[in-house]
C-alpha cells in the first residue's frame, strides 16, 4: 500500500490477533472502512478486506458486529452473502440494513418478515420505499405496532386488498386508524370503512385530508346500518379518489340507492350525483352534469328512469333541480347552505304529504339527524310545522 493508505497495514492484522478486546477490533474496522473508501484498492488488497469485514461481522462481540453493520449498510462493501448474515443477527445488528440500505433483495426482506421477529418487522415498515410484496406481507403478519409503523409510511406500496383488510380489522384502533386516514391516497373502500367504524378524530382526519364533505361523513356514520354512503372525497393535487370512481365503487357494491343520489343531489354535491346517476344509468357524466345545471328535467327525468328510480319516487328530485334553477346554484361551497335549506323547505311542502310509503320513507332518510337549525329553517320555506318527520328512521 502507499502511503495514503498506511491507515491500514499488515501489523493490523497482527494486531487483530493479539489483543481480542472488542475496543480494539472496533478500532480495526474504522481503519479498514477508512482505507477502502478513501483509495483505490488493488485485487489482493480487496480480498483483503472483504476477508476482515467477514471475520469482524461473525465476531463473537454483539458490539463489534453493531460496528460493522453500522459502518457497511450503505456501503459497496456490502455483498449479498454478508447483508444476509448481519441481517439474520440479532436486532441491534440487523436493524441498519433493514432500515436503511435501499438495495436489499425483497427475498431476504420477504425471509426476515417470515421470521416473525416484531421488532425486525418493524424497522423494515420503516424503511423508505417497500414493494407490494414485502408490503403487503408486513399487512399480513405484522403486530399493532409494525401496521400501524406501515400504514403510516408513504413509500409503502400496499396494494387496496391489504388497505382494505387492515381497515376491515383496526378502524376502531386508533393507534391504526389515525395512520392510515393521514395516507396521501386512499381507495374508497377503505375511506368507506374508516368513515362507518372509526373515531370521530379519525373522521375528521379524514375531512382535513381527503376533503371528505363534514356533513356526509357524519351521515354515513349514522346511516351503517341502512347502508347509506356518501363518502365525498375531494383530492385537489395529489391523485386519489374522486367522485368518478367513488360512484363506480359503490355501483359495483350495490350500494347506489334511491336515497344515497336524492342525499347527494340535496347536499349540493353536483358532481357526485352526476357520477352516481351517470353510473347508474351508464351514459356520460359529463352529459348527466350538463342535464342537472341546465334544469332540463325531461332529460334528467329519463337517466334517473335507466338508473331504475322508481318513476313514484321522482318529484323530490325535480323539486331540487327547480330550487338549484331558481337560486342559479351549481354546486360546491358558495351558496351551499341556503340551497340546502330551500330545497329541503320545498321538497318536504311537495311531497311531505304523499300516501305512498316508499316516498314517505325516502323523506324520512333525507331528514334524519339533520341539525335542528337547518330542519327549522327548511320548515319556514315550507311554510309549515316538522311533525311527521322530526326523528329517526325506524329499524328495519
Known amino acids: 500500500m502507499n502511503e495514503s493508505r498506511e491507515a491500514l497495514t499488515a501489523a493490523d492484522v497482527q494486531y487483530l490477533a493479539g489483543d481480542r478486546t472488542p475496543e480494539a477490533?472496533?478500532?480495526?474496522?474504522?481503519?479498514?472502512?477508512r482505507t477502502a473508501e478513501q483509495t483505490l484498492l488493488a485485487d489482493s488488497e480487496q480480498a483483503l478486506v472483504r476477508d476482515l469485514l467477514f471475520r469482524l461481522a461473525h465476531d463473537t462481540a454483539r458490539q463489534v458486529r453493531e460496528a460493522v453493520a453500522w459502518q457497511i449498510y450503505n456501503s459497496p462493501l456490502l455483498s449479498d452473502d454478508l447483508a444476509h448474515d448481519l441481517a439474520m443477527d440479532v436486532i441491534s445488528v440487523a436493524f441498519p440494513l433493514l432500515r436503511h440500505t435501499d438495495d436489499l433483495d425483497d427475498s431476504l426482506l420477504l425471509e426476515v418478515i417470515g421470521k416473525g421477529q416484531a421488532d425486525k418487522q418493524l424497522a423494515i415498515a420503516a424503511r423508505r420505499h417497500l414493494s407490494p410484496d414485502v408490503a403487503d406481507a408486513l399487512a399480513e403478519m405484522g403486530n399493532l405496532a409494525v401496521i400501524a409503523t406501515l400504514v403510516g409510511n408513504e413509500g409503502a406500496d400496499l396494494s387496496n386488498a391489504s388497505l382494505l383488510s387492515v381497515a376491515d380489522r383496526y378502524a376502531h384502533v386508533p393507534m391504526v386508524a389515525e395512520p392510515l386516514a393521514g395516507r396521501a391516497v386512499l381507495p374508497a373502500s377503505v375511506v368507506e370503512r374508516l368513515v362507518a367504524y372509526a373515531s370521530e378524530r379519525v373522521r375528521d382526519m379524514l375531512v382535513e385530508r381527503h376533503r371528505l364533505s363534514p356533513v356526509i361523513a357524519a351521515e354515513l356514520a349514522a346511516h351503517g346500518r341502512d347502508g347509506v354512503t356518501l363518502t365525498l372525497l375531494r383530492p385537489v393535487s395529489a391523485p386519489g379518489m374522486d367522485s368518478d370512481a367513488l360512484a363506480a365503487h359503490?355501483?359495483?357494491?350495490?350500494?347506489?340507492?334511491?336515497?344515497l343520489l336524492l342525499r347527494s343531489l340535496c347536499s349540493g354535491d353536483f358532481d357526485f350525483f352526476a357520477a352516481a346517476i351517470a353510473a347508474k344509468s351508464r351514459v356520460r357524466k359529463a352529459n348527466a352534469l350538463s342535464l342537472l345545471?341546465?334544469?332540463?328535467?325531461?332529460?334528467?327525468?329519463?337517466?334517473?328512469?335507466?338508473?331504475?328510480?322508481?318513476?313514484?319516487?321522482?318529484?323530490?328530485?325535480?323539486?331540487?333541480?327547480?330550487?338549484a334553477k331558481a337560486l342559479n346554484y351549481r354546486g360546491g361551497t358558495h351558496g351551499q347552505a341556503e340551497f340546502q335549506t330551500e330545497a329541503l323547505g320545498r321538497i318536504y311542502a311537495e311531497c311531505g304529504q304523499s300516501e305512498e310509503r316508499a316516498m314517505d320513507n325516502l323523506?324520512?332518510?333525507?331528514?334524519?339527524?339533520?341539525?335542528?337549525?337547518?330542519?327549522?329553517?327548511?320548515?319556514?320555506?315550507?311554510?309549515?310545522p316538522f311533525i311527521p318527520l322530526r326523528g329517526s328512521i325506524p329499524a328495519r
Not at 250 to 259: D, K, T, W
Not at 302 to 309: E, F, G, I, M, Y
Open 25 to 33: 477490533r472496533i478500532q480495526l474496522l474504522t481503519k479498514l472502512m
Open 250 to 259: 359503490l355501483h359495483e357494491q350495490g350500494r347506489l340507492g334511491v336515497a
Open 293 to 323: 345545471l341546465d334544469g332540463k328535467w325531461d332529460g334528467m327525468k329519463a337517466l334517473l328512469d335507466h338508473a331504475h328510480v322508481p318513476k313514484h319516487l321522482f318529484a323530490p328530485f325535480h323539486v331540487a333541480m327547480r330550487v
Open 363 to 384: 323523506l324520512l332518510q333525507l331528514f334524519d339527524r339533520k341539525e335542528d337549525a337547518m330542519v327549522d329553517a327548511a320548515m319556514d320555506v315550507a311554510g309549515m
